[in-house]
């Protein structure tokens, strides 16, 4: 707790600084490439009598949204004097948008990933290890993200007068799930002022994926107060939310404790976590972020799960219809519109592009058979 007390005060002291924020935004502008445009799909838009648009996440450096939080962390951290980083990751974007930042300041930073996911990400793996990153491999639990996330914890604990830990997601203990919102806000914000100037207009929904939400919650933040503009969130329906092998705890799950917040995620009759399934390893983890569970029962955003299936579908064809690779995790929130009548004819829809594909290629070519003849 005391950590985690010192962490919400130093970042309240920075987030009212102004030349903490100036700092933040004139990386955001120089390193990571912001603002990102706000592209009208013309092609998709036409197959689904919607009108599309997408707001670019997958432009930012080192292909996500994941870089403006681990920015602002990196930054907050140096201001705390702290000199090692520490991170978890699933599939490797975190940990290489972590590494990325701890090149850029001159920061010693070790990266929990679980053993079956270095084996999956390999490449992710090379990619922080170039950038002067220590990957250690997690070989309790299931070997994935979960079990990744709890060995930074125990890092963290032990170290926290040396060490500061960037969650990459807007879940976890607070002031994680604010902290995080506050520093992915940008894009909501961003895309809201976009709409406005080129359509004189507000849309009428904003869709994201949702794995602990951080995409999604800096997204969704900039419509909160438009009640015109309704909200759709997209959870990994894995197999199918009805055979139980899926990553949707808003869709499926029931209110528990895991990782220091209470909130939906996916537990047995005795509360133990039970395995989460999904094509997408960034979406892979049976918690999600506290507001979004705030949110739900708001009822201000709603929540639906995609199948793999679907979500292979809307992957392909993104690519073909506009040009765009987008991550598995991304092509989530595509599935909705090719769910034919869930949007009325003519709905001005934005989603949110979290990030691109290259780093799913690999497996895309295993499942639909890609290669030359
Ligand atoms: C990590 C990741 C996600 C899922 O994480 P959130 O915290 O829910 O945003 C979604 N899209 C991409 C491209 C990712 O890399």
């Not at 990933?113 to 990153?133: K, P």
């Not at 009822?299 to 793999?308: K, P």
Request: glycine letters at 10%; proline letters at 5%; hydrophobic letters at 40%.
């Amino acid at each position: 707790m005391p950590a985690l007390d010192e962490l919400d005060q130093e970042f309240t002291k920075a987030w009212a600084d102004p030349e903490f924020v100036a700092e933040y935004h004139r990386l955001l502008a120089e390193f990571v490439g912001r603002e990102t445009p706000l592209t009208h799909l013309a092609r998709l838009s036409e197959v689904t009598g919607y009108h599309v648009c997408a707001k670019r996440e997958d432009l930012n450096h080192t292909g996500a949204h994941k870089i403006n939080n681990a920015l602002g962390q990196a930054l907050l951290a140096k201001r705390m004097g702290k000199k090692r980083i520490i991170a978890e990751t699933g599939a490797g974007q975190h940990g290489v948008a972590t590494a990325t930042v701890c090149a850029l300041f001159g920061l010693e930073c070790d990266v929990y990933m679980g053993e079956e996911d270095t084996v999956r990400q390999r490449l992710n793996v090379f990619r922080m290890q170039l950038m002067g990153a220590r990957v250690i491999p997690v070989t309790s639990g299931t070997r994935t993200l979960k079990d990744a996330l709890n060995e930074a914890m125990r890092d963290w604990v032990s170290n926290v007068r040396t060490t500061h830990y960037i969650i990459g997601t807007a879940a976890g203990p607070h002031p994680y799930p604010h902290m995080v919102r506050e520093f992915h806000r940008v894009i909501g914000e961003e895309t809201r002022r976009q709409y406005l100037e080129r359509y004189q207009t507000l849309p009428d929904y904003g869709i994201a994926c949702i794995g602990g939400g951080s995409n999604a919650i800096g997204f969704f933040y900039g419509f909160l107060n438009d009640p015109s503009v309704k909200l759709v969130g997209v959870e990994a329906g894995g197999e199918g939310v009805a055979t139980g092998h899926h990553a949707a705890p808003l869709t499926a799950g029931s209110p528990g404790v895991l990782h220091g917040s209470y909130s939906y995620m996916m537990q047995d009759a005795d509360g133990q976590v039970v395995p989460t399934h999904s094509i997408s390893a960034g979406l892979d983890y049976p918690g999600v972020g506290a507001e979004h569970s705030y949110l739900k029962d708001q009822g201000r955003v709603q929540y639906e799960a995609a199948d793999d299936a679907e979500v292979l579908k809307a992957f392909t064809d993104l690519s073909r219809l506009e040009g765009i690779i987008p991550a598995f995790e991304t092509a989530h929130a595509f599935v909705p519109l090719f769910h034919p009548g869930r949007f009325e004819p003519g709905s001005r829809i934005v989603v949110n592009l979290s990030g691109r594909g290259d780093k799913d290629m690999e497996r895309a070519a295993q499942l639909l058979n890609l290669g030359a003849d």
